[in-house]
């Protein structure tokens, strides 16, 4: 048995590259979903949709952790003109937009959601992983 030990850090950052990459596979499924909701392709577009709700949770998820890893408060921490905290808030509002419309079978809502409101929000992720590494 072999075990291997790293440094918290070296873990850390890690899981930031990890979370970059899995926000690039989010904005991929949000496009497609959003592509496919406007085709009318009910079955395809669900099972991107599914994936975009499942790579929010799971992203949500992550930054949680690495917030109390850090022990960061999120609303506290400015990005642009808010604080993370507001960033995390505005992203829950999203979802339930979105689950609204999915619940309403608007799926050109959806679509316009997905593409307008969501997508901009996860692409400040983008900037943010960058922003989060500075405070270790």
């Not at 109390?68 to 993370?84: A, C, H, N, V, Y």
């Not at 316009?112 to 409101?117: A, G, K, N, P």
């Amino acid at each position: 048995v072999e075990i291997v030990s790293s440094d918290k850090m070296e873990l850390l950052n890690e899981h930031l590259a990890v979370l970059e990459e899995h926000i690039d596979t989010l904005i991929s499924n949000i496009n497609k979903a959003s592509e496919l909701f406007r085709i009318g392709d009910e079955v395809e577009s669900h099972k991107y949709f599914g994936a975009v709700i499942e790579g929010i949770r799971w992203f949500s998820y992550s930054i949680n952790v690495i917030s109390s890893f850090l022990r960061i408060d999120m609303r506290e921490l400015k990005f642009q003109d808010k604080t993370l905290g507001d960033e995390i808030e505005e992203l829950s509002k999203i979802i339930d937009m979105l689950s609204e419309s999915q619940e309403n079978q608007d799926v050109i809502m959806l679509a316009d959601q997905l593409e307008y409101e969501l997508l901009p929000s996860v692409e400040k992720w983008n900037q943010v992983i960058p922003e989060l590494k500075k405070h270790f």
